[in-house]
């Protein structure tokens, strides 16, 4: 039986500078990954060309056992949604607007139904920005722009969600949020990929680690497993050490 996201031998370079090299890896519905990895090791390249944004040099990509290659733009767009690293501050959209670019995959030209309505009501109340919905979308902070992005990656209602550092910009409490929410999107039967810095965000809300290091996935773990083999940690820093919360679940420190 196929997965829901198959990545097989994907390769990719700018220029003579390889980035990706032979990247493989299966993710089911109901997983929470976290993509990690330093700067520069792939991880915003890895869900550009899963999201179908970038074309992989060797390899493929698969959905629900089907090439990424015979998907129309359109139906990718059902299928997946991707939250990029940085979009334009100054577009000249409502928040409510941007939101609702979420629903266009599933709309009948530019009409958006009732039904499209209540999943842009639903998306931006789940990410507390509801409130700014009659708000110029460039006249939010930082953080209101973030939970907008987010909320319409959530009106899209696609079975994957891929999200380049969805906490960016966030306060700790949103952070906290914004990952409860994707682990609730995991649970109700949905894939999400996050890449993200921090660790113990991702370790206490994601389901996978996955861990980019000189161009492959140098480790593919599950959470609970990730106090038992704590090599992946010195791929980040020498400065990091693990132990576990009272609850009894990993936990990374500085030192």
Not at 173 to 189: K, M, P, W
Not at 212 to 223: F, K, Q, S, Y
Request: negative net charge.
């Amino acid at each position: 039986m196929s997965s829901l996201l198959e990545v097989d031998g994907v390769s990719f370079s700018y220029g003579s500078r390889s980035v990706l090299d032979s990247v493989s890896f299966h993710a089911e519905e109901g997983e929470f990954l976290a993509l990690l990895g330093i700067n520069g090791s792939g991880k915003s390249t890895l869900l550009d060309i899963i999201s179908g944004f970038r074309i992989p040099e060797t390899g493929t990509v698969s959905l629900g056992g089907r090439s990424q290659k015979q998907w129309k733009r359109r139906e990718i767009a059902q299928q997946i949604s991707h939250l990029p690293q940085a979009i334009h501050a100054d577009l000249p959209f409502t928040a409510e607007q941007l939101v609702g670019m979420g629903r266009y995959p599933h709309t009948d030209r530019w009409y958006e139904s009732d039904e499209d309505h209540k999943y842009i009501h639903a998306a931006m109340e789940r990410t507390s920005c509801w409130p700014h919905r009659h708000r110029a979308f460039r006249s939010l902070s930082g953080g209101e722009r973030q939970r907008v992005l987010l909320a319409a990656c959530l009106a899209q209602d696609a079975n994957t969600l891929l999200l380049d550092e969805p906490s960016t910009f966030l306060d700790i409490e949103q952070q906290l949020h914004c990952f409860s929410i994707l682990r609730d999107e995991a649970r109700a039967g949905k894939l999400c990929i996050a890449a993200t810095h921090d660790l113990n965000l991702a370790l206490t809300h994601c389901t996978r680690l996955l861990v980019l290091a000189g161009g492959v996935i140098a480790h593919d773990l599950r959470t609970e497993e990730a106090h038992d083999n704590k090599e992946w940690l010195s791929l980040f820093s020498r400065r990091l050490d693990m132990g576990k919360t009272p609850a009894g679940s990993p936990w990374v420190w500085y030192q």
